[in-house]
């Protein structure tokens, strides 16, 4: 069993940049890939990027490559999504999700957390 609990959301202007966490409890964290995802209002929850477990692999969405860098720090159970330049279209609840892939399918997250709301403005 694994917990979630994402932090950095915010309020940014547009081209600014925040850091999201995925805190993680429990001993087997390391082992998983740990993907994130956003939803805006009215929308389906979309892949955004995922890293693997040894964080030497990673997968990012084509509308995010270049802006957002995901990284994970074993020792500390967190994994990071920097986001650069940010965009009034990156609007959305933010969500970190394990898995045993850098799948960009939901289906193939198993543990979620809550989320954190990401807000910019133009």
């Known amino acids: 069993q694994v917990q979630l609990v994402e932090s950095g959301g915010g309020l940014v202007q547009s081209g600014g940049s925040l850091r999201l966490s995925c805190a993680a409890s429990?001993?087997?964290?390391?082992?998983?890939?740990i993907g994130w995802f956003r939803q805006a209002p009215g929308k389906e929850r979309e892949f955004v990027a995922a890293?693997?477990?040894?964080?030497?692999?990673?997968n990012y969405a084509d509308s995010v490559k270049g802006r957002f860098t995901i990284s994970r720090d074993n020792a500390k159970n967190t994994v990071y999504l920097q986001m650069n330049a940010l965009k009034p279209e990156d609007t959305a609840v933010y969500y970190c999700?394990?898995?045993?892939?850098?799948?960009?399918?939901?289906?193939?997250?198993?543990?979620w957390g809550q989320g954190t709301q990401v807000t910019v403005a133009s």
């Open positions: 429990g001993r087997t964290f390391s082992s998983y890939s």
């Open positions: 890293l693997s477990w040894r964080g030497t692999s990673t």
């Open positions: 999700a394990a898995s045993a892939t850098i799948s960009p399918l939901r289906r193939e997250y198993f543990y």
